[in-house]
């Protein structure tokens, strides 16, 4: 018989779902497996239209049933036993924890394109004699003035300086560029002519800026190597290729080389200053890139600064401003994270050894359970902050490129703060993990029951007590970890409770 | 090797409606309210025990006019098992009531 008009789309779909559901069904059992399942719900969908209670939420229900098979397929072409072993099990092993740590690391790692800066910061400085070079920046979030003031200010103060060898200014933006796949937003810089020669860095292509340049060479540019290898494809003959920066044309005069960085966040395209007009920008996205006399410390020059500052009045607007080496500039306070890191790890294993040798802590390890309860918590641990020190550095800065193109000055605040959040929440949730496994196998402890009573003070219970699937033991914790009474008391258990633990639901049909 | 193995409370409630007479896979469904990703591959195992069999409706019911269905009844060990879980589960049998009309 052939279904009713109304009910014949249903039925097509309901058999559609199980033919690729049969997919996954043994072929010598497939033929079969599909019959039974289609005549339940082709007579499903016939009572429901007969007694007229097909409805949209009835419709929904049968979608629902009809996923379900994907279940019963599942079944049939695996092992129950050991996908159950595998379900209950694994996610308890300490192997499992590791991993799973171990590829969010990974993850994190590949996300961020294997930690650029990270790796930038702890990298040695691409710079000719960087020892000798200082950073002079400006803090002072939204002040905005005239940034010609910065370029104007360098043959002033280098021609007075008795702390410099030279010096450069610099201005960085978001900018928006014209390129064969459309417009793209990079960061753009504008710099003194003489701002690679006080570096000390050749050109990777063609050449970089010189003395001059202002005049001779306004429209000129430099590319950064990332931008001439991804968005250039690697043109061997971009010297001398018209680009768009802004609407404006410009001319490509060369490319840097591909270790050259700048702590003007990731600036792609470079084009030198150009004498009058008044371009505003952010006092923190401009500053000026010095080369001190060798041995002279960077605090000399951050004196001699002020008194010019003060001299030239509000040149500057309110915005404050620091001289540091350009090796620490650069280093964003990197070292300082991973000493915090290193000092966490360490706390961790304080605050962790403090409940093992109290007297009520329970039955004591023996060595090889104690050699690896301590391995896995230190590999855990140890994984665990590295991961957040990547992530907090490496993720705020994808999240402010993506954002808003640029990196701001107060994504180093953010990165901070949320690396010492996920430092905290990382070892918290590591330390009461480590707590809640079995001293013996390092599985995590199941079948948590409440014991005692609910308190007059605190409306809970006393304790819990958790137990090893595998019947090693038995850990009671208090309720109130802050309580002087009690602390975690592990029960190691004998042979003899073995036959308890043989017949797990695992077992059971 | 049944009679060592336990029965879970899903696989109880399962047997316990087939004895109701409910014996069709979206039946079961229906009157225990568990899903057919939990009810289907609970039937294949308790049918790999031999709790139930299977069997196909016959042709000449069935006719033409519809698919055949596959309907499923308790075994003798099946009757057992219910027997031992409903002394472990006691309410199990307000869960499923019987079918009305059923035969016994």
Same mark, same amino acid.
């Given at each position: 018989m052939k279904p009713p008009s109304a009910i014949r789309g249903l039925i097509r779909r309901s058999a559609l779902v199980l033919r690729a559901a049969s997919i996954l069904v043994p072929r010598e059992k497939r033929a079969e497996w599909f019959r039974e399942w289609y005549a339940e719900i082709w007579h499903r969908i016939h009572f429901l239209h007969e007694s007229n209670r097909l409805s949209q939420s009835a419709q929904m229900a049968l979608a629902r049933d009809c996923w379900g098979s994907f279940a019963d397929a599942a079944w049939l072409r695996f092992d129950r036993a050991k996908v159950m072993q595998v379900v209950r099990e694994v996610p308890c092993t300490a192997r499992f924890c590791l991993w799973s740590i171990g590829l969010t690391l990974l993850a994190v790692l590949i996300g961020s394109g294997f930690a650029p800066t990270i790796r930038t910061a702890l990298a040695?400085?691409?710079?000719?004699?960087?020892?000798?070079l200082a950073d002079l920046s400006f803090s002072g979030m939204?002040?905005?003035?005239?940034?010609d003031n910065i370029f104007n200010v360098v043959p002033v103060w280098e021609a007075k300086s008795?702390?410099?060898e030279s010096m450069a200014a610099y201005s960085w933006t978001p900018s928006r560029l014209g390129t064969p796949g459309g417009p793209k937003k990079i960061v753009s810089a504008r710099v003194s002519s003489g701002f690679f020669d006080v570096l000390g860095v050749k050109a990777r292509m063609g050449r970089l800026f010189r003395t001059g340049d202002e005049r001779d060479c306004p429209t000129c540019v430099v590319l950064s190597n990332g931008l001439w290898t991804q968005?250039?494809? !690697?043109? &061997?003959?971009?010297?001398g290729r018209h680009i768009l920066l802004e609407d404006r044309d410009r001319i490509v005069i060369g490319v840097l080389p591909p270790k050259f960085r700048f702590?003007?966040?990731?600036?792609?395209v470079w084009n030198v200053t150009t004498p009058g007009g008044q371009i505003f920008n952010f006092a923190d996205r401009t500053g000026m890139v010095l080369r001190l006399?060798? !041995?002279? &410390?960077?605090e000399s020059a951050s004196r001699e600064f002020r008194v010019l500052v003060r001299k030239a009045g509000s040149d500057f607007g309110f915005a404050d401003f620091s001289v540091d080496s350009i090796s620490h500039r650069m280093r964003q306070g990197m070292n300082l994270f991973l000493l915090f890191t290193v000092i966490t790890f360490i706390g961790s294993l304080a605050l962790l050894s403090r409940q093992f040798f109290n007297?009520?802590?329970g039955t004591p390890l023996r060595f090889p359970g104690i050699a690896k309860w301590w391995a896995f918590f230190a590999a855990k641990t140890l994984l665990l902050l590295i991961t957040c020190f990547i992530f907090s550095i490496e993720g705020v800065r994808l999240f402010f490129l993506f954002s808003s193109g640029a990196v701001p000055a107060m994504a180093s605040a953010v990165s901070t703060w949320i690396f010492l959040i996920s430092n905290i929440v990382a070892l918290t949730w590591s330390l009461k993990d480590q707590r809640r496994r079995?001293?013996?196998?390092m599985r995590l402890l199941t079948h948590e029951a409440y014991v005692g009573v609910p308190g007059?003070?605190?409306?809970?219970?006393w304790g819990t007590e958790l137990v090893c699937s595998h019947g090693h033991g038995m850990l009671h914790m208090p309720q109130?970890?802050?309580?002087?009474?009690e602390v975690n008391h592990w029960t190691e258990l004998d042979p003899s409770w073995q036959p308890l633990f043989e017949t797990e639901e695992v077992n059971a049909i | 090797m049944t009679e060592t193995r336990k029965i879970s409370h899903t696989s109880a409630l399962i047997l316990q409606t087939i004895h109701s007479g409910f014996m069709y896979g979206f039946d079961i469904m229906e009157i225990t309210g568990l899903p057919s990703g939990t009810v289907y591959p609970a039937l294949r195992r308790l049918e790999e025990d031999a709790l139930i069999r299977g069997n196909w409706e016959d042709e000449k019911v069935a006719g033409n006019d519809r698919p055949r269905r596959r309907n499923y009844q308790l075994s003798r060990n099946g009757k057992d098992a219910l027997g031992a879980a409903l002394k472990r589960y006691p309410l199990l049998a307000q869960l499923a009531p019987e079918k009305s009309g059923r035969r016994q």
């Amino acid at each position: 018989m052939k279904p009713p008009s109304a009910i014949r789309g249903l039925i097509r779909r309901s058999a559609l779902v199980l033919r690729a559901a049969s997919i996954l069904v043994p072929r010598e059992k497939r033929a079969e497996w599909f019959r039974e399942w289609y005549a339940e719900i082709w007579h499903r969908i016939h009572f429901l239209h007969e007694s007229n209670r097909l409805s949209q939420s009835a419709q929904m229900a049968l979608a629902r049933d009809c996923w379900g098979s994907f279940a019963d397929a599942a079944w049939l072409r695996f092992d129950r036993a050991k996908v159950m072993q595998v379900v209950r099990e694994v996610p308890c092993t300490a192997r499992f924890c590791l991993w799973s740590i171990g590829l969010t690391l990974l993850a994190v790692l590949i996300g961020s394109g294997f930690a650029p800066t990270i790796r930038t910061a702890l990298a040695p400085m691409p710079y000719n004699q960087p020892q000798n070079l200082a950073d002079l920046s400006f803090s002072g979030m939204g002040i905005y003035y005239p940034m010609d003031n910065i370029f104007n200010v360098v043959p002033v103060w280098e021609a007075k300086s008795q702390t410099t060898e030279s010096m450069a200014a610099y201005s960085w933006t978001p900018s928006r560029l014209g390129t064969p796949g459309g417009p793209k937003k990079i960061v753009s810089a504008r710099v003194s002519s003489g701002f690679f020669d006080v570096l000390g860095v050749k050109a990777r292509m063609g050449r970089l800026f010189r003395t001059g340049d202002e005049r001779d060479c306004p429209t000129c540019v430099v590319l950064s190597n990332g931008l001439w290898t991804q968005t250039f494809g !690697g043109d &061997p003959g971009i010297v001398g290729r018209h680009i768009l920066l802004e609407d404006r044309d410009r001319i490509v005069i060369g490319v840097l080389p591909p270790k050259f960085r700048f702590a003007a966040h990731d600036a792609a395209v470079w084009n030198v200053t150009t004498p009058g007009g008044q371009i505003f920008n952010f006092a923190d996205r401009t500053g000026m890139v010095l080369r001190l006399h060798p !041995g002279v &410390p960077a605090e000399s020059a951050s004196r001699e600064f002020r008194v010019l500052v003060r001299k030239a009045g509000s040149d500057f607007g309110f915005a404050d401003f620091s001289v540091d080496s350009i090796s620490h500039r650069m280093r964003q306070g990197m070292n300082l994270f991973l000493l915090f890191t290193v000092i966490t790890f360490i706390g961790s294993l304080a605050l962790l050894s403090r409940q093992f040798f109290n007297a009520g802590a329970g039955t004591p390890l023996r060595f090889p359970g104690i050699a690896k309860w301590w391995a896995f918590f230190a590999a855990k641990t140890l994984l665990l902050l590295i991961t957040c020190f990547i992530f907090s550095i490496e993720g705020v800065r994808l999240f402010f490129l993506f954002s808003s193109g640029a990196v701001p000055a107060m994504a180093s605040a953010v990165s901070t703060w949320i690396f010492l959040i996920s430092n905290i929440v990382a070892l918290t949730w590591s330390l009461k993990d480590q707590r809640r496994r079995c001293r013996i196998c390092m599985r995590l402890l199941t079948h948590e029951a409440y014991v005692g009573v609910p308190g007059y003070l605190f409306l809970d219970y006393w304790g819990t007590e958790l137990v090893c699937s595998h019947g090693h033991g038995m850990l009671h914790m208090p309720q109130m970890d802050a309580s002087w009474l009690e602390v975690n008391h592990w029960t190691e258990l004998d042979p003899s409770w073995q036959p308890l633990f043989e017949t797990e639901e695992v077992n059971a049909i | 090797m049944t009679e060592t193995r336990k029965i879970s409370h899903t696989s109880a409630l399962i047997l316990q409606t087939i004895h109701s007479g409910f014996m069709y896979g979206f039946d079961i469904m229906e009157i225990t309210g568990l899903p057919s990703g939990t009810v289907y591959p609970a039937l294949r195992r308790l049918e790999e025990d031999a709790l139930i069999r299977g069997n196909w409706e016959d042709e000449k019911v069935a006719g033409n006019d519809r698919p055949r269905r596959r309907n499923y009844q308790l075994s003798r060990n099946g009757k057992d098992a219910l027997g031992a879980a409903l002394k472990r589960y006691p309410l199990l049998a307000q869960l499923a009531p019987e079918k009305s009309g059923r035969r016994q």
